[in-house]
């Protein structure tokens, strides 16, 4: 098992960004702030670049939607900055060594790196099949002890981390961070009460874990190494932790200040550092992790001597019936189950459906309405690419720039990521180019009517991009649009309907020839109160779904 792991660019051609430049839409970009509490404009950094890292998995066991709610969040963010034109240089870890994997690994009879590569696929498989991009770096914790064991000295000599040792004068093992020597401890989740509360943060006061409310609570239960009585203040938390005499042997590292394995938080400050030096752009992560993992890794950051994020973005949770999903709770949906009774496209439009910092409640009704969503794309685009002679290629959607998107999705986009109204853009403009098929027969200036649906299907394809959902990108064109339906006209249950109506549609054409036109209309009333709509085209009828 090595203990460095070099930097490794894995996201090699998979996501081309053609925008050249930063768009003018960027000047408005404002995104919400955890520190702050508060929205306020985005400036990067380094001008035209943005560094993003978003905590990733602990691969324990398999994911539920819970966990791959957060990853569409940030995919999301991260796709937006890319359609602003700005390059993305995206981190997700992998916690791969931690006290839940080894417990469960020993009771599973597994090695405990076995099973940490066996849920880290599944978490993979998870994120491609929803549409993920992958990161442009993606490093496991146990390749980095070299560099988290560097950051522990550098708290240390900084005067902000003890070393605990035993009756000899010996270290053993167990290094804990002195929050009493870190004066800004609690800037981030406002334990100071300098800050005002918003909405958003008294509901994540209410529902997650903070400074004062800091006990074994049910969603983020307490580190064991936290409770030791070692700790010279209760809100000292561990950098460095002694092996329990369960841990195998080759779950523990050797370190100055004794054997063992880090705590939870060390790595992230470790990895977001090798990676992105010093201060970047954003830190991400589910509004979980908060705190303690988000304050204690800014607080061992910046005690390091380095910069921290410079703005922290949290993702609310999915719940069900009000109750946080999650393993822990018994009410965690598995990936593969939605997946098994739903489509991955539809999964990947519910779990973006709103707003990221909104709670998303999971339900059926949820899912019907992506159902409804994808009937209402697909059959657009569907129509538009026959009206003008076939679909715009990939190559012309990811080179529209934000500043060729309708207004009312990029004034969406730029409010923190509004969802909402970004979804809500991208149907007004379905609606239109509905109406522009409808008058497409009618138009003298036949071409002049294709360029402007044309130019509505680039649009909402392009929108519809932006939220990793346009049907005939990756992975949809691959398995069907929408996880397995097809790009509409290819799906199973499409071709079916297809016969049907097709056959009623002839017997249609047969009646109108033989002037039966009540007949003709009772067929089209039919289909219309099976939700079916009819149109007459020059190049014969054509139907949708309402």
Known sequence: MTNTQEPQNINISSVVTAVDAVASAAADLKLYDTASHAVSNFTPIKPGQVGMYVCGATVQSSPHIGHIRAAVAFDVVRRWFERLGYKVTFVRNVTDIDDKILDKAAAAGQQWWERAYIYEREFTEAYNTLGVEPPTYEPRATGHMIDMIDLIKQIIDNGHGYVVTDENGNPTGNVYFDVASWPHYGELTHQKQTAVADAASEVA??????????????????????????????????????????????????????????????ECSAMSHRYLKDMFDIHGGGLDLRFPHHENEMAQTRAAGYDSAARWMHSAWVTAKGEKMSKSLGNGLSVPTVLAENSAWVVRYALGSVQYRSMLEWSDQTLTEAQSAYDR??????????????????????????????????????????????????????????????????????????????????????????????????????????????????????????????????????????????????????????????????????????
């Open 377 to 546: 794309v697909s059959n657009f685009i569907e129509r538009a690419g026959a009206a003008v002679g076939g679909q715009p290629p990939r190559e012309e959607i990811v080179s529209i720039s934000a500043d060729a998107l309708p207004a009312d999705f990029v004034a969406a986009m730029n409010d923190d990521i509004n969802v909402s109204g970004a979804s809500a853009a991208i149907f007004t403009a379905i609606r239109s180019g509905n109406t522009l098929l409808s008058k497409l027969a009618d138009r003298v200036d036949s071409d002049v009517a294709k360029d402007e649906v044309r130019a509505v299907l680039v649009n909402v394809r392009a929108m519809l991009d932006t939220l990793g959902l346009d049907p005939l990108a990756e992975p949809w064109v691959s398995e069907g649009a929408a996880g397995g339906a097809g790009a509409g006209a290819d799906s199973a249950e499409h071709t079916a309907l297809d016969r049907l109506v097709s056959e009623q549609l002839e017997e249609r054409a047969e009646a109108r020839k033989a002037k039966d036109f009540a007949r003709a209309d009772a067929i089209r009333d039919a289909l219309g109160a099976a939700g079916i709509t009819i149109e007459d085209t020059p190049q014969g009828p054509t139907w949708t779904l309402k």
């Open 205 to 266: 006061d209410a529902m997650g874990p903070s400074v004062d409310n800091a006990g074994n609570d049910k969603y983020n239960p307490v580190d064991p190494a936290d409770m030791s009585e070692d700790k010279h203040d209760p809100r000292d938390f561990a950098l460095w932790k002694a092996p329990k005499d369960s841990d195998p042997l080759d779950a523990r590292w050797n370190t100055p200040f004794g054997t063992g394995r880090p705590g939870w938080h060390i």
